[in-house]
T-cell receptor, first 113, second 114 residues
Framework: DQQVKQNSPSLSVQEGRISILNCDYTNSMFDYFLWYKKYPAEGPTFLISISSIKDKNEDGRFTVFLNKSAKHLSLHIVPSQPGDSAVYFCAAPSIQGAQKLVFGQGTRLTINP | DSGVTQTPKHLITATGQRVTLRCSPRSGDLSVYWYQQSLDQGLQFLIQYYNGEERAKGNILERFSAQQFPDLHSELNLSSLELGDSALYFC?????????????FGQGTRLTVV
């Protein structure tokens, strides 16, 4: 049962433009969401998070939006830079004790110069 | 550098064999988590240990087992290996048993079963 879904395996964006990565979830009990970034040959690193009491969280070029009614969140990167090329995972702590993260399948973002 | 160390980085072995993956968590972190990432798949939770005790279990096969030692390092044992076990195996650690922003991942072990 894939509770967190990223339906776009890949995304290609021009440098300087906005990148929008999407994530859907099925469990309405999730109350916290995280985005992780992963470069090849490295482990995932935390990028940004959002609590369900908010609908937006911003950190520099990165903004995460949460639409609870649609069970949808998105990560906006603006302006996109070549170093942003990576695989992005959205994740949510399990509602059972928050002892593990449930990850989406990931979206590979490529920023073209 | 996340502070989480995984060894070896690469492992190639034959079907039917047994391997052990090792993880050293960040200094002071009590929780260790193991994840599997198969080709073009997301990260699948396998198992969590907290201060030496199993805390949570995911879709971990019976052929797989793990443990956390008194010095808090952890080992993931994979036996009777099959071609489908080829994947990246990640270890993560956190200090409070909660996987919010405090979770840090190692660089992973790439296992290839031939």
């Amino acid at each position: 049962d894939q509770q967190v879904k990223q339906n776009s395996p890949s995304l290609s964006v021009q440098e300087g433009r906005i990148s929008i990565l999407n994530c859907d979830y099925t469990n309405s009990m999730f109350d916290y969401f995280l985005w992780y970034k992963k470069y090849p040959a490295e482990g995932p690193t935390f990028l940004i998070s959002i609590s369900s009491i908010k609908d937006k969280n911003e950190d520099g070029r990165f903004t995460v939006f949460l639409n609870k009614s649609a069970k949808h969140l998105s990560l906006h990167i603006v302006p996109s830079q070549p170093g942003d090329s990576a695989v992005y995972f959205c994740a949510a702590p399990s509602i059972q004790g928050a002892q593990k993260l449930v990850f989406g399948q990931g979206t590979r973002l490529t920023i073209n110069p | 550098d996340s502070g989480v160390t995984q060894t070896p980085k690469h492992l190639i072995t034959a079907t039917g064999q047994r391997v052990t993956l090792r993880c050293s968590p960040r200094s002071g972190d009590l929780s260790v988590y193991w994840y599997q990432q198969s080709l073009d798949q997301g990260l699948q939770f396998l198992i969590q240990y907290y201060n030496g005790e199993e805390r949570a279990k995911g879709n971990i096969l019976e052929r797989f087992s793990a443990q956390q030692f008194p010095d808090l390092h952890s080992e993931l044992n994979l036996s009777s290996l099959e071609l489908g076990d080829s994947a990246l195996y990640f270890c993560a650690s956190s200090g409070r048993g909660q996987m919010n922003t405090e979770a840090f991942f190692g660089q992973g072990t790439r296992l290839t079963v031939v």
